[in-house]
């Protein structure tokens, strides 16, 4: 079989979480850092059993489950981390992880911030986690009416969460306010080079990352 594996890249993956609160911007500027990022980038696509929303593909955006097939697949242990949020149940898939972090990837996921916490937990030495903060939650409000996608209910129930979500970006490694897409992605991007620089450096550069 010699030669026909995957290649052996010189380091582990990275993953990188960025999480935010509904409406916070995350997908545009996960979709930037893949821009940005070339092929060295990818992004984890969770499971999830909300339905689709408008233009959203089956595999590309989310895997689409009903209850039944999510609890099957937690039963399994196919998830690494999974978590009920606004009601419906979302969870990132072990098989892709662990594939793309053998294969030196940068991987981001823009899951939750219980999500985030867990993969932490998982992955201690192979994970950084991002939180990225509306500018204020006026402009977190008006993005998510201005999305249009969501009922005035989902909405509220959205804005509820975010003392919570604030609270637990504590713990997270680093805050990035998306006051302009651009400018966040490149602060994250920086980020993930710092990250990656220090890996490089060996164990003795790991010691004071706490
Ligand atoms: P949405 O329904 O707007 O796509 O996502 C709702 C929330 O679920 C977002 O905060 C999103 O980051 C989170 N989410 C998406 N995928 C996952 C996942 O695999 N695990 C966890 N814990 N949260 C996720």
């Known amino acids: ?45 969770s499971a999830t059993t909300r339905a689709p929303r408008p233009g959203e593909v089956n595999g590309r955006d989310y895997y689409f489950l009903s209850e039944e ?8 242990g196919d998830f690494v981390e999974f978590a009920e949020v606004h ?20 991987i981001l996921l823009a899951i939750d911030v219980q999500g985030g916490l ?30 249009g ?16 979500e604030m609270e637990m970006a504590s713990h997270y490694d680093r805050l990035v306010v998306n006051d302009v897409v651009e400018r966040a992605a490149e602060e994250i991007l920086q980020a993930i080079r710092a990250r990656r620089a220090k890996e490089e450096l060996g164990p003795a550069a790991q010691v004071e990352k706490g």
């Open 1 to 45: 079989m010699v030669g026909n594996g995957e290649p052996k890249p010189s380091k582990r993956g990275l993953l990188v979480v960025i999480s935010s609160p509904s409406g916070g911007g995350k997908t545009t500027v996960v979709r930037r850092l893949l821009e940005k990022g070339g092929e060295e980038f990818t992004r984890s696509v």
């Open 69 to 76: 097939e999510f609890r099957q697949r937690i039963a399994k």
């Open 87 to 106: 009601g419906h149940l979302y969870g990132t898939l072990r098989e892709q992880i662990e594939r793309e972090l053998r294969g030196g990837k940068v």
């Open 118 to 147: 867990s993969i932490r937990r998982a992955f201690p030495e192979d994970s950084l986690l991002i939180f990225l903060a509306p500018p204020s939650l006026e402009v977190l409000e008006q993005r998510l009416r201005g999305r």
């Open 149 to 164: 996608t969501d009922a005035e209910e989902e909405i509220r129930r959205r804005l509820a969460r975010v003392p919570m």
